[in-house]
C-alpha cells in the first residue's frame, strides 16, 4: 500500500465534472510500483471513468486481494470505502458488503494469480451469483510479488526470469467468466486507454457482474535469461560489493492499432503480443458464437479485446435473493434483531 499522498495543488482549470470536482479529485496515494507497470496505466484508466461518470468518490467501495494487482486500490478515489482482503478471497468480502449495501458502487480490482489460482472459487460463485459489481482483473502471467513465478493465465511457451519454459495451458478469464454465466465480458490492453476508459465505464454503469480483463504487462519479470538485460545476466558479468535488486525505470507502453483493427506490442524484453480489436459487426450476444471466435483467435496467437459479451436480461444478485433496497445500516434494529421467538420458529423447519 502506498502512504506516501499526492500534493493537493491542482491547476485551477482543470475540468470539472457534473460535481464540480476535478479529476484529481478522484486520485489516492503515490504508487509504489515499478515504474513502467501496466497497473499504473490501469489506475489511471478507472480514475478517468469514475471522474467522467461524476460518481461521487465517497459512493465508490474498493475491494481488493493480494499481489501487485490488489495494491492499486490505494492509488485511486482515496476518499472513498475500500478493503483489503486476503489472497483469492475479495469477492466473499464484496459479496457480504454488497448484500449489506446495495447504494455503493463496488469495484474490485484483483490479478491473475489472485482470481485464477487461490481465488478461483470465489470467483466463479461471485459470477454465478450476477453479484452487482466491477471486476477488474490486471492480468500479467505472474506472480509479481514473490518474484514472477508462472501464474495460472501465462501462455504456453512463456518464458520466466530464470528461463525455464511454460508447458501448461493457460485459463483464459474472459471465456471462463462467460462459461460460468457473466453479463458483462471485456478484454482490453493497459496502454490502450482509449478503449479501456470506456469499457471501465460501461462496466460500471452494468446492472450485474461485470468483468473486464486487462491485459497488463510486467516490467520487472517479462524478462529471460537469454536476454542481456535480465537480471541473471547482469549478476553474471557484474560484481557489486552488496547484493541488492533494482528495478530499472521503463517506459510505460501503449497501443496503436492499424486499420485491421490490430496492434503489435513490444514488451520491455522484446517479446510480443498481438492485440485485435472486435468488428464493427461483433455481436456481443451470442454466446456460441464468441467463445468460438476467442478461441480461434487464441490459437492464431491474437488477443480479441473490446466489449466480448454481454446479457443485461439477467437478474442480479439482489434481485435473485430479493434483498431489502435499504442499508442494512439504516435498517431499525427491531427489524434486523426480530427476537428469540423468531429464531425458534427458524429452528423448528428443520427439526
Do not use: W
Not at 131 to 150: A, S
Request: glycine content about 8%.
Amino acid at each position: 500500500m502506498s502512504y506516501i499522498a499526492k500534493p493537493k495543488v491542482a491547476h485551477p482549470k482543470l475540468p470539472r465534472n457534473d460535481l464540480g470536482l476535478t479529476r484529481r479529485d478522484y486520485e489516492g496515494g503515490m504508487s509504489t510500483l515499478c515504474a513502467g507497470c501496466g497497473h499504473d496505466a490501469c489506475t489511471a484508466a478507472i480514475t478517468q471513468a469514475a471522474f467522467e461518470l461524476s460518481i461521487p468518490p465517497h459512493r465508490f467501495a474498493k475491494m481488493s486481494g493480494i499481489g501487485c494487482s490488489s495494491k492499486t486500490t490505494a492509488y485511486f478515489m482515496g476518499n472513498s470505502h475500500g478493503f483489503n482482503s486476503v489472497h483469492g478471497r475479495m469477492p466473499s468480502v464484496a459479496t457480504g458488503a454488497n448484500a449489506a449495501n446495495q447504494d455503493l458502487h463496488y469495484i474490485g480490482v484483483s490479478g491473475d494469480g489472485d482470481s485464477l489460482s487461490i481465488g478461483m472459487g470465489q470467483f466463479a460463485h461471485a459470477i454465478r451469483r450476477n453479484l452487482n459489481m466491477t471486476y477488474i482483473i490486471e492480468n500479467n502471467g505472474v506472480y509479481g510479488l514473490t518474484k514472477g513465478q508462472f501464474s495460472a493465465s501465462a501462455d504456453v511457451g512463456t518464458k520466466a526470469k530464470k528461463g525455464e519454459m511454460n508447458e501448461q495451458p493457460p485459463i483464459d478469464p474472459v471465456s471462463t467468466a462467460i462459461t460460468l454465466g457473466a453479463t458483462f465480458v471485456a478484454r482490453s490492453f493497459s496502454g490502450d486507454k482509449d478503449q479501456l476508459v470506456p469499457l471501465i465505464k460501461a462496466a460500471l454503469s452494468h446492472k450485474g457482474f461485470a468483468l473486464v480483463d486487462v491485459l497488463s504487462p510486467c516490467v520487472t519479470f517479462n524478462d529471460h535469461e537469454d536476454s542481456t538485460k535480465s537480471y541473471a545476466y547482469t549478476r553474471q558479468f557484474y560484481h557489486p560489493a552488496i547484493h541488492t535488486d533494482f528495478v530499472p525505470p521503463a517506459q510505460s507502453i501503449e497501443a496503436t492499432y492499424n486499420e485491421s483493427g490490430t496492434a503489435n506490442i513490444e514488451l520491455h524484453d522484446g517479446s510480443q503480443i498481438l492485440l485485435r480489436k472486435v468488428q464493427d459487426d461483433y455481436d456481443p450476444t451470442n454466446k456460441a458464437n464468441i467463445l468460438n471466435h476467442i478461441q480461434s483467435k487464441q490459437q492464431d496467437g491474437e488477443f480479441l479485446t473490446g466489449l466480448l459479451y454481454i446479457d443485461e436480461g439477467q437478474k442480479d444478485f439482489h434481485a435473485l435473493n430479493k434483498t431489502v433496497s435499504t442499508p442494512l445500516n439504516a435498517v431499525p434494529y427491531q427489524e434486523l434483531c426480530p427476537g428469540s421467538d423468531a429464531l425458534e420458529s427458524v429452528l423448528a423447519r428443520y427439526k
